[in-house]
């Protein structure tokens, strides 16, 4: 028997408890999770997070600057339009926005700038056994 | 005093598993005691030690605290998670680790505190009682108590006791 002097009240141990006490010792209490390193993704957030601006911001010029080079070749290319003014025979492709703006700033009228955003020729070549559907429906109204 | 994050690092390790095994005793779950280990190491990682000089005490005071915050905020005395392992299985015999930790789960939650802190986590009598702020004289009873509750428990495995000693 084993006495454990604490305060005034001795405690009691038994030998049975000792030895149980070895025998619980035996077991491993299982490992925790890894820690999840904060500290280390907050030290890189800031990082990514400039590199991504940087690129980002590098990107914006380089796409800034193309659209700068390429937006005076496609108004020459309107034959013989003054100011980059776009012939209606010229639109053939579809329509995008940068397309109606330059057709807004240079079109002689807002009414001439409208009428050449609003029709398009048709470019598209159907084969002989089909039709289109918007041709199909305006036919059997009229 | 400045502490590395090495540092914490290695104190997560030594003393990890004792401190999430106090936890569960605490919690009764095992999720809820990660977290509440995971908090307290986080925040380590964060402020470092400053000036502490007992590590160990002051880690398990910590855990204390984060548990009794989680467990204010929650539902006090939640029902024991019955399906995780609380220790690493010996020799692949799963029976002996569920029969401890029956036994466990079975013992009044101020009793499993005094057992764990004292078999697993190695805290003296006069550190288990300052850490849970009872007196030293009630610490020994308790763990008195426990192991006898214990022994009864696992009846069964009171032969291994003997294989233990050899």
Same mark, same amino acid.
């Given at each position: ?5 604490? !305060? ?10 000792? +030895? ?7 077991? +491993?209490p299982?490992?925790?999770?890894? =820690?999840? %390193?904060?500290? +280390?993704? +907050? ?5 990514f997070?400039?590199g ?18 390429? !937006?005076? *070749? =496609?108004?020459? &290319?309107?034959?013989?339009a003054?100011? !980059?003014?776009?012939? $209606? ?9 940068? *397309?109606? %703006? ?5 079109a002689? &009228? =807002? ?6 955003m609003?029709?398009? $020729?048709q &470019?598209?070549?159907?084969?002989? %056994? ?7 429906? &305006?036919?059997? *109204?009229? | ?19 999430? /095994? ?24 964060? @402020? ?32 024991l998670?019955?399906d ?5 299985? /010996? ?25 764990? /802190? ?13 850490? /849970? ?31 233990? @000693?050899?």
């Amino acid at each position: 028997m084993r006495r454990w002097g604490l !305060g005034r009240i001795p405690v009691q141990m038994h030998a049975d408890d000792e +030895r149980f006490e070895v025998y619980l010792k035996q077991f +491993r209490p299982r490992q925790p999770e890894p =820690l999840p %390193n904060e500290r +280390r993704t +907050r030290v890189t957030r800031p990082a990514f997070a400039l590199g991504a601006c940087a690129t980002t911001a590098a990107v914006a010029v380089i796409a800034i600057a193309l659209m700068m080079r390429h !937006g005076p *070749k =496609l108004n020459h &290319s309107a034959d013989g339009a003054e100011h !980059g003014y776009v012939e $209606p025979a010229t639109i053939s492709q579809p329509l995008t926005i940068y *397309k109606a %703006n330059a057709l807004l700033a240079h079109a002689p &009228s =807002l009414k001439a700038a409208m009428d050449l955003m609003a029709f398009h $020729p048709q &470019s598209a070549q159907w084969p002989k %056994n089909q039709q289109s559907v918007l041709f199909v429906l &305006s036919k059997e *109204k009229n | 005093m400045h502490s590395t994050s090495t540092e914490i690092e290695d104190l997560y390790r030594q003393h990890g598993p004792a401190l999430l /095994l106090f936890a569960i005793a605490m919690t009764g779950a095992r999720s809820s005691a990660q977290d509440a280990v995971q908090q307290v190491f986080v925040r380590l990682l964060e @402020r470092g030690l400053g000036g502490v000089v007992h590590a160990k005490a002051y880690l398990y005071r910590c855990v204390r605290n984060a548990v009794l915050n989680s467990t204010k905020a929650h539902e006090r005395n939640v029902a024991l998670d019955e399906d995780t392992p609380w220790f690493d299985v /010996l020799n692949r015999d799963f029976t002996e680790e569920l029969s401890l930790r029956r036994g466990l789960r079975a013992l009044p939650s101020e009793q499993r505190q005094v057992v764990v /802190l004292r078999v697993w986590c190695g805290l003296t009598y006069a550190e288990t009682a300052s850490l /849970l702020e009872i007196s030293a004289n009630t610490v020994a009873s308790r763990y008195r108590y426990a192991l006898e509750k214990l022994r009864e428990a696992m009846g069964a495995r009171e032969d291994s006791c003997a294989d233990a @000693r050899r």
